[in-house]
């Protein structure tokens, strides 16, 4: 990997993480001429998260039409909301049919990457020991790959069996086990109602009750993908209808309060009308939450809160306080007997490079850079980091969308990006100090009064500080418009001597 020029394909770019980001990117770059590509993957197979999240009832929550590439319409997608299996299977399809396949190196976990500024290059290592060379370095690790394990007293001395629902312990039947299920977020509330019937007994540990509209799923007849088929152009208005219903959603979350409790009262009232389904007055209560709608993310299920209803299925809402041998003790005193516990409490969601170390220019450390909390221009480009570009990187996710729309805005930015740096008389580019700060305060500014921010809840959007350091303050248009054309003034163009 080490030409420059266009004749060799060149430049020479790295990309960590073969998900829908790294995936994209390798796809656009060899489209547009680039061939010294590589792509490091951990594993032994592609996907990121839709290969990890193999639990019970795992699929998309945006619809598919939307949360695919646009490039690549898939028209027979099965569902409404495709299940993993099947956007696996799309991925891999894509891969191989744009022939980025055989550009994967799987197996190999990147540890870390040191940039030569004589060179104008990264030096990358592999967690084996082998150290590569590319002229540019994409982190495309995602926001939600690595699990969250709580930090929760006694969970090492439990006797029977843990494990996080991002792993799955297939191997592990829970018929007629008794399951303790912490969280109810966005995996959660998929998984329950799958593992429901089997258990004996299942309860759910929750912090706090959650926003839940109704899932419009349905399966789509044969008739209608063999019409998106024939008349494309039904497709593209399907993405198109979903697209503009979930900007209409986003938008009322960044405007004031009043302003978005009056624009937003539609989904509430969904939302509300979902957990009628709930039959119990006083278990409805303890699901309704005392935030507002949005704070979190907004999660769709049309069987979570009927589950719960069931004579074997718990809500607890006391604190988990510790774990024994065998079971869990919450903050009342009470002791709920377990030999399974399932640990539905997301990922780490702000180390967005870890457990990669990266070093800058005069050996500047990222996680030193970030210490206040991670920030990139546009949420790619960090000061310092030069030809080092972010995937789903600080502040673009979104709150209601496809991050897909988002992904390839940014997959349209890097390749503007790698063609500047295709000019063989370009060391490197970084971007400049001051419009990285001036960017992240008017964002931070931005973020302040939404309803993210400022909502009442706790999220995994918000560090500790509750500094936001995940959402982008913004559509997804305004964040396409943002990211169009990639402005070389941003940058500071070192050229070679
Ligand atoms: P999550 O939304 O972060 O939910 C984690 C849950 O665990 C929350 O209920 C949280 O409680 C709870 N929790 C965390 N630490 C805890 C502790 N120490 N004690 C008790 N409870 C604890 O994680 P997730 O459900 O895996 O979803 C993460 C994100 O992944 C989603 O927001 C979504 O963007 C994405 N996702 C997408 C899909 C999809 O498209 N199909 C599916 C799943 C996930 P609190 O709410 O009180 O913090």
């Not at 303050?473 to 070389?488: E, H, I, N, V």
């Amino acid at each position: 990997m080490t030409g420059r020029g266009e004749d060799e394909g060149g430049p020479s770019i790295a990309i960590v993480g073969s998900g829908f980001s790294g995936l994209g990117l390798a796809i656009a770059l060899k489209r547009a001429g680039f061939t010294a590509l590589t792509v490091f993957e951990r594993a032994g197979d592609l996907g990121g998260v839709w290969r990890e999240n193999t639990y019970p009832g795992a699929a998309c929550d945006a619809p598919s039409h939307l949360y695919s590439y646009s490039f690549e319409p898939k028209p027979d997608w099965s569902r409404r909301f495709a299940p993993q299996p099947e956007i696996l299977d799309y991925l891999r399809r894509c891969a191989g049919k744009y022939g980025v396949t055989e550009h994967i190196r799987f197996g190999a976990e990147i540890t870390g990457a040191v940039f030569d500024a004589e060179a104008g290059r990264w030096n990358i290592r592999t967690a084996g020991g082998e150290v590569h060379t590319a002229d540019v370095l994409v982190s495309a690790c995602g926001q939600l790959s690595d699990p969250s394990i709580p930090d929760i007293a006694g969970l090492d001395t439990f006797d029977g069996t843990v494990f996080h629902s991002a792993r799955w312990d297939h191997a592990h039947d829970l018929a007629g086990r008794n399951v303790a299920v912490i969280g109810n977020g966005a995996s959660a509330v998929q998984f329950v109602p799958r593992i429901a019937p089997k258990a004996a007994k299942l309860s759910v540990f929750q912090r706090e009750p959650q926003w839940v509209g109704w899932k419009w799923d349905r399966r789509y007849p044969r008739a209608r993908n063999r019409l998106n088929r024939r008349l494309p152009v039904l497709q593209r208005l399907s993405r198109l209808g979903v697209f503009l219903w979930f900007e209409a959603l986003l938008n009322p979350m960044l405007i004031s309060p009043r302003g978005r409790r009056i624009l937003s009262a539609h989904v509430r009232a969904l939302c509300r009308t979902t957990l009628w389904s709930v039959r119990d007055r006083a278990l409805r209560e303890r699901l309704t939450p005392g935030y507002e709608l949005g704070c979190k993310r907004v999660l769709v299920s049309s069987d979570y809160y009927r589950t719960l209803n069931l004579p074997h299925v718990d809500v607890v809402t006391s604190a988990v306080a510790k774990v024994t041998s065998d079971g869990v003790v919450t903050a009342d005193g009470e002791t709920h007997p377990a030999d399974t516990i399932i640990l539905g409490t997301g990922f780490r969601s702000h180390d967005f490079v870890a457990p990669m170390r990266v070093e800058g220019l005069d050996g500047r450390d990222l996680n030193d850079a970030w210490r206040d909390g991670p920030r990139a221009y546009l949420g790619m480009a960090v000061a310092g980091f030069p030809n080092f570009f972010l995937m789903y990187g600080p502040n673009t996710n979104v709150g209601s969308g496809s991050v897909v729309h988002m992904l390839e805005s940014q997959i349209a930015y890097i390749v503007q990006a790698a063609r500047a740096l295709r000019d063989p008389a370009v060391l490197y580019m970084d971007v400049r100090e001051g419009v990285l700060t001036e960017f992240d305060e008017r964002l931070q500014r931005r973020l302040d009064g939404t309803v993210w921010n400022a909502g009442g809840c706790d999220s995994w959007y918000l560090q500790e500080g509750r500094r936001n350091a995940s959402n982008w303050p913004g559509s997804m248009l305004a964040y396409r418009r943002r990211t169009k054309a990639l402005d070389r003034s941003d940058y500071r163009f070192v050229t070679r001597a």
